[in-house]
């Protein structure tokens, strides 16, 4: 009854797990993949407008490649 | 045209030994001849699980240093004895005593009369799974769906990819559909979208697994879910195309009442 708020664990320990699976892909620890997300953010938000929420950074094994996902704010010239 | 599969996980008590053991029994009522390998030497258990432990005479090590011939070491399952054996591992012996190039040469011998050789890998990353992973051809990796055991299957999926190894598939083990509902438990679609490999079957969380452990008799097959996804494993193994088992536990309307917790 007042799990309600709660949210899915399942869905933390997904989050969790995705932020630590890719830090160890590529060498290097969970707190530094989110410094480098957080820098990533910064430096595209010079030039075009981010959704910070919806950027994610994956990494695949072969060839090991560091795939960024950013989602871009919707705005009156770019729709 | 023999295959040589090494069940590993990374993390330990995630059920590779459970799994071996059900994979062969699978493998071996469907018309195959298998050999199962207990590789993880100085912590032999694979032979308890299949109910084999009194008749162990000479092991994997005698056979690689020559104190016995190959056939002497192989024991017969008591339920299919023509068609699985059991290769145990050494108990007093410590994982140096074997080298991946003699596992290697084990492989290779034992694929002169068996259809599938499966090598039951020791949890973690040092020799005893460098020994294990020299001679096979395939990997099954066995997760369960928590944080931790995910995480090492990560890790040792990415080692395999590295040694070279083609062929891996994911095993889910001890899924919990109830929770998995609730949304207190990763389902099958997470736990494959984090680690982006290829599935080759999920088992639930069934206690006819201790019930058979107990017993020593592998229960692939046999009328339970966890019998049933098993055999499906084997199918697949096979090369059919079988779909994903309703791991739903079917249960009645009385006994969901009188259940107490």
């Known amino acids: 009854m007042f799990r309600g708020k709660r949210r899915n664990t399942s869905t933390i320990a997904k989050d969790r797990l995705r932020l630590l699976v890719n830090a160890e892909r590529i060498d290097c620890s969970p707190g530094i993949l989110l410094m480098m997300k957080k820098d990533i953010i910064k430096t595209v938000n010079k030039y075009i407008l981010v959704e910070e929420d919806k950027v994610s950074l994956t990494f695949k094994a072969a060839p090991p490649t560091l795939l960024a996902t950013i989602a871009v704010k919707k705005t009156p010239h770019n729709r | ?261």
């Not at chain 2, 050494?90 to 694929?111: G, I, N, W």
């Not at chain 2, 599938?116 to 051809?137: H, T």
Request: proline letters at 3%; one cysteine or more; hydrophobic letters at 40%.
């Open chain 2, 1 to 261: 045209m023999s295959e040589v599969i090494v069940v590993t996980s990374g993390k330990g008590g995630v059920g590779k030994t459970t799994t071996t053991a059900n994979i062969g029994c699978g493998l071996a009522s469907l018309g195959k001849k298998v050999v199962l390998v207990d590789t993880d030497i100085g912590l032999r258990n694979l032979d308890v699980v299949m109910g084999l432990e009194n008749r162990i005479v000479y092991n994997l090590v005698d056979v690689i240093e020559g104190n016995c011939r190959l056939k002497q070491a192989l024991i017969k399952d008591k339920k299919f004895p023509a068609q699985l054996f059991l290769l145990p591992s050494a108990q007093t012996r410590d994982k140096s005593s074997v080298t991946p190039e003699q596992m290697k040469k084990l492989c290779e011998d034992l694929k002169s009369e068996f259809d599938y050789i499966l090598l039951d890998c020791p949890a973690g990353i040092e020799q005893g799974f460098k020994n294990a992973v020299a001679g096979a051809s395939r990997a099954l990796v066995v997760t369960t769906p928590e944080v931790s055991a995910i995480r090492d299957a990560d890790r040792i999926i990415g080692l395999l990819e590295s040694d070279g190894m083609r062929n891996i598939q994911l095993i889910i083990n001890r899924l919990r559909m109830d929770m998995v509902k609730r949304g207190d438990m990763m389902s099958v679609e997470d736990v494959v979208d984090i680690l982006a490999v290829d599935l080759i079957g999920a088992v639930p969380d069934d206690e006819n697994i201790v019930i058979a452990t107990n017993q020593g008799e592998p229960l692939a097959g046999d009328t339970s879910l966890a019998g049933q996804a098993y055999l499906n494993i084997c199918r697949r193994i096979l090369g059919e195309k079988i779909p994903l088992l309703d791991l739903t536990e079917k249960k009645g309307f009385f006994r969901r009442l009188f259940k107490k917790s």
